[in-house]
């Protein structure tokens, strides 16, 4: 259903707004949920990232797994970068942080794609062997399809949905490549260990840009939107995108054989807008590996941002 912005958007979001939102979504007792998130499009939250959180858990209940990015782009900065996945900080934004601070969140071991969880699967999602691919169906994202998990982008586009990189590991688009590291590896203890971890990162291409095509991940997006497969609305001033994993992975698995572009910006078309709500730039931000990085906040009225 699409969001009526003919209704103000009521501000300061509270815990009960959000929950009454995520379970108008569809969000259920027992889910696995991966929550892509930003702060800002909410507006003003009372009780700051963790009312999100709680609305979140309170949606899924204890039978519930709420599964967060907890990645670390600035292991790519150095060559041979130490990773200590007790206190390496997310760099996902502040709801991501505060799922992986809370007490009995467990997290996975990865070269920089590590995710954090909370809940019945919590082990079997994040107890992954650090020197598989994350992508790779036994490991963290084939794990997440085996038990048929709900993405939840609050505040976000589909750009910033890391699952399309699992599509495209699975179909093996040639813009990407799979990549060994050599890292030292703290345990919880404190003991370091030297181990090889394996990342999947961009080919380079002989003009230096990142990928040889610009990838438009808001296109694939909008055609599992035509096809009815996500649920759209909003909390406080942030849309919320609400879909199955394996609706997702199906799509770009079918579609790829005979489009190889789905992942790709269309030249003639431009960048996709999509139907509801507005898009907006974040302006080119430095992740931890000193880049100037571009993605897109989701929301209602662009001037409700918090700032």
Known sequence: ????????????VTRADALRSLRDLGLVEG?????????????????GPGAIVDALLDAIGPSGTLVAPAFTFRHE????????????????????????????????????????AIGTHARTVTQTDPELSVF????????????DAKIALLGLTYVSCTSFHFGEYLVQIPDRHVVRRE???????????????????PR????????????DFDRAGARLEQAGLVRIGSIGN????????????????????????????DPSVGLTTLPDGTSISTGDLQDGAGRLVETFWSCVDPALIHR
Do not use: K, W
Not at 33 to 47: I, K, M, T, Y
């Open 1 to 12: 259903m699409p969001i009526d912005t003919s209704v103000p958007v009521s501000l300061p």
């Open 31 to 47: 889910d696995v949920v991966l929550v892509h998130s930003a702060l800002r499009p909410f507006g003003q939250v009372d009780g």
């Open 77 to 116: 900065a150095v060559d041979h970068p130490r990773i200590d996945p007790a206190n390496d900080a997310s760099e996902m934004g502040a709801i991501s942080e505060t799922v992986r601070t809370r007490p009995g969140a467990l997290r996975s071991t990865a070269y920089r794609h590590s995710f954090s």
């Open 136 to 147: 790779d169906l036994r490991s963290t994202f084939g794990r997440l399809l085996a038990l």
């Open 183 to 201: 890292v030292s590896l703290q345990a919880a203890d404190g003991s370091v260990r030297e181990t090889t971890m394996l990342d999947y990162q």
């Open 204 to 215: 380079p291409t002989d003009d230096g840009r990142e990928y040889e095509h610009e990838h």
């Open 238 to 265: 942030a849309v919320v995108r609400v879909f199955a994993m394996r609706d997702l992975i199906h799509l770009l698995l079918d579609a790829y054989g005979l489009e190889p572009d789905v992942f790709y910006l």
